[in-house]
């Protein structure tokens, strides 16, 4: 069974920078990821992937290299870990060990999170609300 998290930002949060940092722990846990965002956003991703820690290195790069960290506009059918950025719906969640989507904290991210939620739901996968500080 895909496991389903949401983590909920505070007003401000930077959502990009969320991802890395899950993306990298991910990593030195030894999965796989897809960070999933629209187009405009990937290059502002692989750039913060280099900078966001000092002292900290998470080798990424386009999704199809051999990279633990690939960075793709949409998600392939299956795969380890995916972190979405997405505003759409994710097409194959079920083939993911896990999902994770990061939502901003401001009321409109919240309300165009809710119809994901009551998806993953009606999939059977039962989603976890991570309240960030």
């Given at each position: 069974?895909?496991?389903?998290?949401f983590?909920?930002?505070?007003?401000?949060?930077?959502?990009?920078?969320?991802?890395?940092?899950?993306?990298?722990?991910?990593?030195?846990r030894?999965?796989?990821?897809?960070?999933?965002?629209?187009?405009?956003?990937?290059?502002?991703?692989?750039?913060?992937?280099?900078?966001?820690?000092?002292?900290?290195?998470?080798?990424?790069?386009?999704?199809?290299?051999?990279?633990?960290?690939?960075?793709?506009?949409?998600?392939?059918?299956?795969?380890?870990?995916?972190?979405?950025?997405?505003?759409?719906?994710?097409?194959?969640?079920?083939?993911?060990?896990?999902?994770?989507?990061?939502?901003?904290?401001?009321?409109?991210?919240?309300?165009?999170?809710?119809?994901?939620?009551?998806?993953?739901?009606?999939?059977?996968?039962?989603?976890?609300?991570?309240?960030?500080p």
């Amino acid at each position: 069974m895909t496991r389903v998290d949401f983590y909920v930002g505070q007003e401000g949060t930077r959502k990009e920078l969320l991802a890395c940092r899950l993306a990298e722990i991910a990593y030195q846990r030894g999965h796989k990821v897809l960070i999933v965002a629209p187009q405009d956003q990937l290059a502002a991703l692989d750039d913060l992937l280099w900078t966001f820690g000092a002292g900290t290195f998470v080798p990424h790069g386009p999704y199809g290299q051999d990279e633990p960290v690939q960075l793709a506009p949409t998600e392939p059918e299956n795969g380890d870990v995916l972190i979405t950025l997405s505003p759409e719906l994710p097409q194959h969640a079920e083939g993911f060990t896990r999902v994770v989507e990061i939502v901003g904290g401001s009321e409109a991210e919240k309300s165009a999170a809710r119809p994901r939620f009551r998806y993953y739901r009606e999939k059977g996968m039962m989603p976890t609300v991570h309240t960030l500080p």
